[in-house]
């Protein structure tokens, strides 16, 4: 199995180049007003995604492959993914329901909240751990999370900004993990789980630290 040397001068350059545009866009829109930067930022997002998905089409028609046909076949079987899915969805949602309702997580985040608060750092992110904490077991319980928080704290509120930053900056590892090295057939994920779970916790520091940051 060959391995990547992180030192390589062609990695660190393409590590290198990636930190600058994050610095840059993080520069880039802190220097803006408020108004200005929610406008941009929607924009250039949209605009992100609708380039996304007409590069899809284009090399498509490049490749003189049948796209509405073949889009038409990925439909199908998106809606029978989704159709065996919703079993899961119903029990990770009544195990969070659960969960939330025994009284464990206010627990798990009172506990967290004082010690936070006894090192001095300010607890207005602790509302939207539980989104964090979700998020490496379940896509659809993280957003359950994420909507609870949004609807006890408003949509506009701080934890619900953090929480939404959260929910797009980390990963459903361990499913991810279960579906992709089952599909091939491999039962030892070795340094894989432990890399993912670091960057899970990189975005997750990310997105508090750019929300205290922006918000």
Not at 38 to 53: E, H, P, V
Not at 124 to 152: C, D, H, V, W
Not at 170 to 189: P, Q, R, S
């Amino acid at each position: 199995m060959q391995r990547i040397n992180i030192f390589n001068k062609v990695v660190l350059s393409y590590i290198l180049a990636f930190v600058l545009c994050l610095v840059g866009i993080t520069y880039y829109f802190s220097h803006l007003p408020e108004e200005s930067r929610t406008i941009q930022s929607a924009a250039i997002g949209n605009f992100i995604l609708f380039f996304i998905m007409i590069s899809f089409v284009f090399v498509g028609w490049i490749k003189k492959l049948p796209v509405y046909e073949i889009f038409i076949e990925g439909a199908k079987g998106g809606f029978t993914v989704a159709m065996r899915l919703i079993p899961y969805i119903v029990a990770m949602l009544v195990s969070i329901s659960l969960l939330r309702s025994s009284g464990v997580l206010d627990l798990i985040l009172d506990g967290l909240k004082m010690i936070v608060a006894w090192m001095g750092i300010d607890t207005g992110f602790i509302p939207a751990i539980p989104t964090a904490i979700m998020k490496p077991l379940s896509g659809s319980g993280a957003r359950g999370m994420m909507l609870e928080t949004m609807q006890n704290y408003g949509a506009d509120s701080f934890p619900a900004f953090i929480a939404s930053t959260i929910q797009g900056s980390t990963e459903t590892t361990f499913y991810v993990l279960a579906v992709y090295f089952g599909a091939v057939k491999i039962t030892k994920v070795r340094h894989a789980i432990t890399c993912s779970l670091l960057a899970d916790i990189a975005g997750i520091i990310a997105a508090i630290y750019l929300g205290y940051y922006f918000y």
